[in-house]
């Protein structure tokens, strides 16, 4: 082979020749690349070059059970209902969210098809305003669930009919102590049916 050295590296009984000058500008080219992946990923984890994560390193998905733990969308009348947050640290490092309450850290809230609202869980609930932050451990993810009667505020069963549950999680603490407010990125909605 021509531009340079060539080893040889036997496999059994297959022989291959590979010119040192070639590897060495591939492993170039792929470090280069790696240099630019890492790169392209800490700018959509970070906002500053300081390395403060931002609402885009968590991730949240909900889901409305029936009794049975099975996720539904149509559901008998009285049945409870859970509705279920899992919220996730997309990143390889601790990353804190937190609560603008001390009620809970993820509030799911019901409105039927005009938009009231019928029922909250934080309800009935003494809660104090006083931040409550969460460390989430790289990579990991907590499941936060509550359990709807179908019961409105007033405590009696609500009709039939179609209705939306809200899952709001709280604000991220960014590194310089200032809190950035995620609710809108995070918060999840679904919509089921009660008949």
Sequence with gaps: MRGGLT???RFGRHE???ATGAILEKMR?????????????????VSD??????????????????????AEKV??????ITFELLIANGLNTPATLTAGSSCTAVVFEVVDSAQR??????????CI???????FEPLETVRESDTWDQRNTDGAFVPAGTYAVTASVGQYASGNGSLLDCRAELSQTATF???
């Design 7 to 9: 080893r040889r590296f």
């Design 16 to 18: 291959i020749k590979l």
């Design 29 to 45: 080219l792929f470090t280069f690349t790696l240099v630019i992946l890492a790169a392209i990923v800490r700018g959509a984890c």
């Design 49 to 70: 070059p300081g390395g403060t994560t931002e609402c885009r390193a968590f991730a949240t998905s909900l889901s409305v059970k029936d009794r049975m733990s099975q």
């Design 75 to 80: 559901f008998n009348l009285n049945e409870q």
């Design 117 to 126: 609202r019928q029922w909250g869980s934080a309800d009935n609930i003494a």
């Design 129 to 135: 305003q006083m931040l409550q932050p969460r460390t």
């Design 193 to 195: 049916r009660i008949q």
